[in-house]
């Protein structure tokens, strides 16, 4: 068996030793990475059937010393295997040392793929996939290789001569060109340094402010709501009232709005809510554009601002969209645009006639 038929058998072997999950993951992964990074799905359709006879040759650098190093690639336990403790450790050593020396893993017609090369693809994984690179090295190394000969089957086709290809491969450029500023512009801008100084602008924003929890009785004139005042004056139970006459959606539940913010409410509400002392009522009405209320403090205790470490995905989140939505702002104000919508749906109008 010469050394090209042997690397082939090998990877068929090591395929069918793959867990289902794994072979099917990767098998998604692999058309994804087919579209994106090679000549698309006509590249599969057009080529793959006539791949055995393109001439070319694959020599995986996995038997024997990895090349320009010195260190052998580690030896990876079988699948569906659970790694012991220290041969855990001893791989993690391994894969770190290999991603210091970067080796070339595989030539693929005299094209090197280099460790890192593999190792980038897993980022297209799921986390718990990611975090077991050392499992899955040799399923990406056989998917890039395939990859690689399905391209070098695509040119030998002709494909990468084909304008309806050469479109998709300019659109994915464009997809490429885009993420890559991005990803640069949000490095500089969404740090932790950033994020913690919004927090800290929110919390002094908070700081001091207590919240309060109130039930009220939601009326449609002040008349009303002062003949209600009256009831309570006369010692009449507030939920009771509450259940019987409010007008808000709070009146099953005895006019209870829970724990909230004053800021958080209409200033009139607000403010007459934080001037009461737990247990009073107000005994004036009190008018905000839903209509007249009477209002009573139930408690009131101190702000329960989440942590920065609870907040730092929400910050995050929300600094990567603002970050996003000024950069494309300012990259319209900054380019010669020319828009026609209105035609374009004229011409859908006029095609569908």
């Not at 698309?40 to 190093?69: I, M």
């Not at 009139?268 to 009573?296: C, K, N, Q, S």
């Not at 702000?303 to 300012?330: G, H, I």
Request: no cysteine; proline share 6%; hydrophobic share 45%.
């Amino acid at each position: 068996m010469t050394a090209r038929e042997h690397n082939g058998t090998e990877g068929l072997r090591r395929r069918a030793q793959w867990p289902a999950r794994m072979a099917i993951l990767l098998g998604f992964w692999l058309l994804a990475a087919a579209t994106a990074l090679s000549l698309a799905q006509p590249l599969q359709a057009q080529a793959a059937e006539r791949l055995a006879g393109v001439p070319g040759s694959v020599t995986l650098a996995q038997s024997g010393t990895a090349e320009g190093t010195d260190l052998p690639p580690p030896e990876l336990p079988a699948a569906g295997a659970a790694p012991s403790g220290p041969e855990v450790a001893r791989l993690k050593e391994a894969f770190q040392q290999m991603n210091v020396q970067n080796p070339v893993v595989a030539r693929v017609n005299g094209q090197e793929i280099r460790w890192a090369e593999v190792v980038a693809t897993a980022d297209d994984l799921p986390a718990q996939y990611r975090e077991q690179i050392e499992s899955v090295f040799p399923a990406l190394l056989d998917r890039l290789v395939d990859l690689r000969l399905l391209a070098d089957a695509a040119r030998a086709e002709g494909l990468d001569n084909d304008p309806a290809v050469a479109k998709r491969v300019a659109a994915f450029e464009d997809r490429v060109l885009s993420s890559s500023l991005l990803e640069r512009h949000l490095t500089e801008r969404v740090t932790t340094a950033a994020l913690r100084e919004r927090y800290d602008v929110l919390v002094a924003a908070r700081r001091g402010d207590r919240e309060i929890r109130t039930r009220h009785i939601l009326l449609d004139s002040e008349a009303a709501a002062a003949a209600v005042i009256a009831r309570l004056d006369q010692g009449e139970v507030f939920i009771s009232l509450a259940s019987e006459l409010s007008a808000g959606p709070s009146a099953a539940r005895g006019g209870d709005l829970g724990y909230f913010l004053p800021s958080r409410m209409a200033p009139a509400f607000a403010d007459a809510a934080v001037a009461l002392e737990p247990g009073e009522y107000t005994r004036v009405p009190v008018e905000t554009e839903f209509g007249w209320h009477v209002i009573l403090l139930v408690d009131r205790r101190a702000d329960n601002t989440p942590s920065f470490l609870d907040m730092q995905d929400q910050l995050r989140e929300e600094a990567t969209k603002t970050a996003v939505d000024r950069l494309l702002l300012s990259l319209r104000h900054q380019a010669a645009l020319e828009m026609f919508p209105e035609d374009a749906g004229a011409g859908r109008l006029e095609g569908a006639q």
